[in-house]
T-cell receptor, first 113, second 115 residues
């Protein structure tokens, strides 16, 4: 069945450094890849997404890259700040047929001041 | 505030009992998703409804059931509860459910503790 693997499970970086989180998916029909940020005590919130017709997307300090051939996508956060500390989830979905929104296992990011 | 309302926020019950979790989606959203998040675990997809009909099913136990009502709110029923059912249960909603995948808006979750 559909599966999304996410690495690393935890990541600690110094403030100002970059952070990279990687995901791979199994269903080649997936064509929508969002990233969610979950702060303590809250529900996940979308921070950026990418569709399969695009290889890279940027929004200020965050960017996502997609390699459809290899079936993996990555989240890049530059110039990290303490408020970036949270759990980040990748997800994969598709826009036709049976419609499941499958999440990765999450990455706990700690930005050290 | 995502606009998705989940009740109750916290629930403590005993093994063998049955509970109902409720979700009101954002105004205008037709799809409702249910996810289970256990301690240090990811978001496990349980089930999705679109405009009252079941659209997709994940690893939902037979002891669990859900439905979406005509007013689009949804309920997740958990019965014969076991200790391992203790988790945070999230509801999410989106406008889409068919051909146009989009952003999910999550509620703040219902934390279930089974003693």
């Amino acid at each position: 069945g559909e599966n999304v693997e996410q690495h690393p499970s935890t990541l600690s970086v110094q403030e100002g450094d970059s952070a990279v989180i990687k995901c791979t998916y199994s269903d080649s029909a997936s064509n929508y890849f969002p990233w969610y940020k979950q702060e303590l005590g809250k529900g996940p919130q979308l921070i950026i997404d990418i569709r399969s017709n695009v290889g890279e997307k940027k929004d200020q300090r965050i960017a996502v890259t997609l390699n459809k051939t290899a079936k993996h996508f990555s989240l890049h956060i530059t110039e990290t700040q303490p408020e970036d500390s949270a759990v980040y989830f990748c997800a994969a979905s598709k826009t036709s047929g049976t419609y499941k929104y499958i999440f990765g296992t999450g990455t706990r990011l700690k930005v050290l001041a | 505030d995502s606009g998705v309302t989940q009740t109750p926020k916290h629930l403590i019950t005993a093994t063998g009992q049955r509970v109902t979790l409720r979700c009101s989606p954002r105004s205008g959203d037709l799809s409702v998703y249910w996810y289970q998040q256990s301690l240090d675990q990811g978001l496990q997809f349980l089930i999705q409804y679109y405009n009252g009909e079941e659209r997709a099913k994940g690893n939902i136990l037979e002891r669990f059931s859900a439905q979406q009502f005509p007013d689009l709110h949804s309920e997740l029923n958990l019965s014969s509860l076991e200790l391992g059912d203790s988790a945070l249960y999230f509801c999410a909603s989106s406008v889409a459910g068919g051909q146009n995948t989009g952003e999910l808006f999550f509620g703040e979750g219902s934390r279930l503790t089974v003693l």
